[in-house]
């Protein structure tokens, strides 16, 4: 019988290969169908040069990772009894919010003088709808644990409280990764790093489907990676980063360590705080100015450090930061 450890390194690698195999035709039809990226004007030349970068190749790593959970898990989703059917609400978060990422990433596509994509209300309205249903479902379904606290052995049952707070956390999680996309390979190292902290305490709690989930994704994003890292051939998108920061946060969730995501996810934490920042204290002083430019990673760059530099300190915190998370985890 295959260990545990062993069955989830091993799908880590297979997704890493399919999403390595496909990456380069998808790569070719995204420059055939000319699906490239507008950069925002403000932004350093530097980054303008990226303009026509096929985007949207979020769907580079979702369909790897919902051909392999399906099939990993098609007995189980067969036979109620066995546990593997919860796989489905972190799937179904996935495809949902890379739907909705990839609306509005071709809604900003077909609008490449003005830049924008959906309306920000809308976006918001959709993220709650769905939101809801999911956080009802963890909360009234699966009966996942509400919270755990490092240090206290006991589960804390939040009751009807659960529901708003498990949608605050899907939806400032999705919005998080999302403004954390913006050089190569910074999210997609930040969220496998993230997956994968949550997949070791998943297996610690004997939660196997969900670890087989979480490095499933691990290994996809890898692959995506693979392209991805400086110069890359393709960027993430809303179609990526979005269900990326909502799966996190369903995952943070079905562990019952969600309040340990501010330490695991600091990078994407703190990139949707500077823009909070940033945003009120522009209002409030009348155009002033706490950073050079918001989201964070813009501010170290417009103060003289490389893209490269960034992506790499940034991925060294967030790997401390997981590594103090799982190890509070566990205590």
């Not at 990226?50 to 580079?60: D, E, F, I, S, Y």
């Not at 403004?179 to 196997?208: E, M």
């Amino acid at each position: 019988m295959i260990s545990q450890p062993s069955a989830v390194l091993a799908l880590a690698i297979l997704s890493f290969i399919l999403t390595v195999i496909w990456g380069t035709p998808l790569i070719r039809l995204m420059k055939w169908i000319k699906v490239g990226d507008n950069i925002r004007i403000e932004l350093s030349n530097k980054i303008q040069e990226k303009a026509g970068t096929p985007t949207m190749g979020g769907v580079m790593f979702v369909l790897p990772v919902l051909l392999l959970t399906v099939i990993i898990n098609a007995v189980s989703l067969i036979n109620p009894e066995i546990g593997g059917r919860s796989v489905m609400v972190p799937l179904f978060t996935m495809i949902a919010f890379a739907f909705l990422g990839g609306i509005d990433d071709w809604e900003k596509l077909k609008n490449k003088a003005a830049g924008e994509g959906m309306k920000a209300r809308t976006k918001f309205l959709i993220q709650f709808l769905i939101t809801l249903g999911i956080a009802y479902t963890l909360y009234a379904i699966l009966d996942v644990p509400h919270l755990f606290i490092p240090g206290y052995p006991l589960e804390i049952n939040l009751g009807w409280f659960y529901i708003p707070i498990a949608m605050f956390i899907i939806i400032g999680s999705a919005n998080a990764v999302n403004f954390t996309d913006g050089f190569d390979g910074l999210a997609g190292l930040i969220a496998a790093t993230c997956f994968a902290a949550y997949g070791g305490v998943a297996l610690i709690q004997g939660q196997t489907f969900l670890a087989q989930f979480c490095f499933t994704l691990v290994g996809a994003l890898f692959g995506f990676l693979w392209f991805n890292v400086h110069p890359a051939q393709l960027f993430m998108g809303d179609t990526g980063s979005m269900p990326l920061g909502a799966v996190l946060g369903v995952v943070s969730l079905m562990t019952g360590q969600w309040i340990l995501l501010p330490v695991i996810a600091i990078i994407p934490v703190s990139e949707i705080l500077s823009v909070i920042i940033q945003v009120i204290y522009f209002r409030v002083t009348g155009g002033k100015r706490v950073f050079k430019m918001s989201p964070i990673h813009y501010h170290f760059e417009l103060s003289g450090w490389s893209e490269t530099q960034i992506v790499q300190r940034f991925w060294l915190i967030s790997l401390m930061a997981a590594i103090i998370g799982v190890a509070l985890a566990v205590i």
